[in-house]
């Protein structure tokens, strides 16, 4: 079940980037747990969006902190990323993009996608159900309950995802 968790890339950035880094390294291995359990093995790809929406200069997180994640996936978890979707990027990420897509391998930068909210709130509406999706989500989105963080991190099974009953033991 989805939940409103804190977005990475719009928290305030002035913190370094290691928890940038080891934040997105934990949600990437718990997700890949959680598809693999789900689809008794048959599934090991993930879909990460990378939501902007609200952006600005006091949460300006260098851009290059992506590429960080990017470059760990291409070393590390080579074939397991089905796609990258960067919402409401601003445009010096499209920018730094246009330039750094030369250095990146070609398989890797075939799955970042630029998308708008909208764009991304259709696509999540194929594969969320009403019930599990936040308002901000997209239109009918029902559950309006906030995340209880220390639950997510403490008490819920690293395999299992944030509504399911049962927890870590």
Known sequence: MLRNFPNLASADTSLDEEP???????????????????????????????N???YGRKNNGPPQ?????????????PERLHHVFMVDAPFI???FWAIIKHF???ITKSLVQFITSEEQKEMLRQVVS???????MFDG?????EADMKAFFYDIAFDHVYGETKSAT
């Open 20 to 50: 940038f880094i080891k934040g997105n390294i934990y949600m990437i291995e718990r997700a890949l747990a959680c598809t693999e359990r789900k689809t008794n093995g048959e599934e090991d790809k993930v879909v990460i969006f990378y």
């Open 52 to 54: 902007y929406e609200g």
């Open 65 to 77: 902190l992506v590429n960080k994640v990017m470059s760990g996936f291409r070393d590390h978890w």
């Open 93 to 95: 990420f499209l920018v």
């Open 104 to 106: 990146i391998d070609p």
């Open 130 to 136: 009403d019930d599990q999706a936040a308002p901000y």
């Open 141 to 145: 989105g029902k559950d309006r309950e």
